[in-house]
């Protein structure tokens, strides 16, 4: 947030009484429930109350929450040891606050860190290379998860497909090397998986991904193939 309030430097703001700094930024303390308007009129004169847009002087997005679960696994297998104050400060939550003091010492923690490099399992396009998911531990390798109880992941053994009913959980497909064949199953976007060393198949009603038409148009509905690789030690740069 910018000192322009603290400064002097922004027009009154509405219900000055209540104005309060939570976090690092100013807010109202009064209850939304009971007074929703206070607050509205209150976000509009944020908007605009200083030279700086929403009273920010500065603002980065770095990463949603699996990025950012990722970072932290690569920090846990660098060893926590070495990165206390990141340790200390990152959330696992939203919201959170890191002084200035502490957040030199995370820069200093951060240069020791970007060096690093791990391995962790990932899906990969088999033609372009392209990583399409990474295994993130906290969610024991799932990255899609349906209303019908079917998930789907990767670790190190391969891709998998889960199926939850109640209280059990059965892996109904897993396999290194993939192909996915769109289809349509029980009306929504589906795909037949198909294990290119076994070839085992199975049809469920998830997608990884978009299917990929080959360039030339040939095959139409039909996807290259999507291969499961172990990162090696420079696929992937833990910062």
């Not at 509405?14 to 206070?38: K, N, S």
């Not at 060096?115 to 990255?143: C, I, K």
């Not at 497909?173 to 294990?195: H, N, S, T, Y």
Request: aromatic content about 8%; some cysteine; hydrophobic content about 40%.
């Amino acid at each position: 947030m910018c000192n322009c309030y603290a400064g002097g430097l922004t027009t009154p703001p509405p219900h000055q009484e209540h104005v309060c700094a939570q976090e690092g930024y100013l807010e109202l303390d009064l209850p939304w429930e009971t007074h929703q308007a206070e607050h509205c009129a209150f976000d509009e004169w944020m908007a605009v109350a200083c030279a700086h847009e929403g009273m920010n002087a500065a603002c980065e997005h770095i990463a949603n929450w699996t990025g950012y679960r990722l970072f932290r696994e690569a920090l846990g297998l660098a060893g926590w040891e070495r990165f206390p104050t990141l340790r200390a400060v990152l959330p696992d939550a939203n919201g959170g606050l890191v002084p200035a003091a502490e957040s030199a010492r995370c820069l200093e923690e951060l240069q020791a860190f970007e060096g690093y490099r791990t391995s962790v399992p990932a899906l990969f396009d088999s033609e372009t290379g392209a990583v399409l998911r990474f295994h993130v531990q906290l969610y024991q390798g799932a990255f899609y998860s349906g209303r019908s109880g079917m998930a789907a992941g990767i670790d190190g053994r391969g891709l998998f497909v889960l199926e939850r009913q109640e209280a059990e959980t059965t892996e109904i497909f897993r396999a290194l090397r993939i192909e996915q064949r769109p289809v349509v199953c029980g009306g929504e976007k589906g795909a037949e998986l198909v294990d290119l060393d076994s070839g085992a198949r199975l049809t469920v009603a998830l997608r990884i991904g978009e299917a990929i038409p080959w360039p030339d148009g040939r095959n139409r509905g039909r996807s290259r193939a999507l291969v499961l690789l172990r990162a090696g030690p420079d696929a992937r740069r833990a910062a």
